[in-house]
């Protein structure tokens, strides 16, 4: 359940948990079943890879992807296996094929690998959605460690690099890559200064990567959300803060990841966004500023 902060906002219940957490230790738990939305065969028997797609809007996008008639592989750290095999019961449930791939985006060889297997058990790869991130609060920039600063960039733009270089050996014309980016990208953060360079990495990785591929006919586009209500928060941030998360916002309460998985099913399907390239998506809970 939630609370209602001082400005009549939904709060969520104050909480924490070690790296890299799970969503089922979580309160309230993630909405990502999205009942309201209703599939209409966008993604018929194309094969999607999401990486981070155990939890929050990876699963979230996982399960619409297979409602939408994809088959799945879902990339997370083995650390998250429980998550992850919720998220495959989910897929299947949608009554399409997953396949789990337990690893770490950081290292090249793995996800050159993640691709193989993905195309050698699912049949082909029509969509890669780079969504993994790491992310860590810091009040001082003296607090980020040179390792800390060398895995924030690793894992989020870095590994979104390496998917997408092994992934094009297999992709051809309407093929598409979906970056996950965020409105620190755009705005930058007081306290995410690491995080935030990555997701304006990102952003600009996602318009020259449009650019370049566009003669091949491979569309590249990104999705930059707001505060969402996933893992990544009790585990990135003191509880205080997290129980604050998206109160600010105009709609007074963080996003749900099914409340954002919509605008990767648009960029995915070249029924909805054919024509459309290179775009940054903000999903904001009503912000304005940086649309």
Same mark, same amino acid.
């Given at each position: ?7 009549? +906002?939904?709060?969520? #219940? ?5 790296? &890299? ?6 309160? #309230?738990? &993630?909405?990502?079943?999205? #009942? ?29 992807? *297979?409602?939408?008639? *994809?088959?799945? *592989?879902?990339?997370?750290? #083995? ?21 789990? !791939? ?34 860590? +609060?810091?009040?001082? !920039? ?66 020259? !990567?449009? !650019? ?21 928060? &009790? ?18 309460? &963080? ?13 995915? +399907?070249?029924?909805? +966004? ?18």
């Amino acid at each position: 359940m939630t609370n209602k902060s001082k400005n009549g +906002s939904d709060a969520m #219940p104050a909480q924490t948990q070690n790296k &890299p957490g799970l969503e089922s230790k979580m309160t #309230p738990r &993630p909405l990502y079943r999205a #009942p309201k939305y209703r599939g209409s065969d966008k993604l018929l028997d194309q094969v999607a890879l999401v990486t981070g797609g155990d939890s929050g809007i990876g699963r979230a996008v996982s399960v619409l992807f *297979a409602r939408e008639g *994809a088959d799945v *592989a879902i990339v997370y750290l #083995p650390a998250e296996q429980s998550d992850a095999q919720e998220t495959a019961t989910a897929v299947e449930k949608e009554g399409r094929s997953v396949l789990l !791939l337990p690893g770490d985006v950081k290292d090249p060889e793995f996800c050159r690998a993640a691709v193989e297997k993905t195309v050698k058990k699912l049949g082909r790869l029509d969509v890669l959605v780079n969504n993994a991130a790491y992310q860590q +609060s810091h009040e001082h !920039l003296e607090e980020i460690s040179d390792e800390e600063f060398e895995l924030t960039f690793r894992t989020n733009i870095f590994g979104y690099f390496y998917m997408a270089k092994a992934a094009l050996k297999h992709m051809g014309e309407g093929s598409t890559i979906i970056n996950c980016g965020s409105i620190t990208g755009l705005e930058g953060n007081k306290t995410l200064i690491d995080y935030a360079s990555t997701k304006g990495a990102i952003h600009a990785f996602t318009k020259s !990567l449009a !650019l370049n591929l566009a003669d091949r006919k491979i569309r590249v586009n990104c999705v930059s959300p707001g505060p969402i209500w996933t893992v990544l928060q &009790p585990v990135s941030k003191s509880a205080e803060r997290v129980a604050k998360h998206g109160v600010d916002t105009p709609m007074g309460r &963080p996003g749900q990841p099914e409340e954002v998985a919509p605008a990767f099913v648009f960029f995915a +399907s070249n029924a909805d +966004s054919s024509y459309i390239s290179g775009e940054v998506l903000t999903v904001l809970g009503g912000q304005t500023r940086a649309s």
